[in-house]
């Protein structure tokens, strides 16, 4: 009768850990998503600054590519 008692004691307590393993899984899944969401948006606010940028010196913005190229030409022959 003890080794019942036993078991149905550790199922509950398995029970209440797979609850918690459960809660935990999901908080963490909702902090996650947040975070992405949040990227996501940091991310294409920077986009539209940079192409605001872009549209109002254009000149400069080839400039720029066109350093940036180069150097990495340079760095990629070596």
């Known amino acids: 009768m003890s080794s019942q008692y036993t078991s149905g004691r550790s199922g509950t307590t398995q ?3 797979e609850r918690q393993a459960r809660d935990i899984a999901s908080n963490a899944q909702d902090k996650i998503s947040d975070t ?4 996501q948006t940091m991310a294409q606010e920077q986009y539209d600054k ?17 350093g940036v190229g180069f150097v990495l030409a340079l760095l990629a022959r070596r």
């Open 15 to 17: 029970g209440s850990f």
């Open 36 to 39: 992405v969401e949040q990227a």
């Open 50 to 66: 940079l192409a605001a940028t872009i549209r109002r010196n254009p000149l400069q913005a080839a400039g720029i590519a066109a």
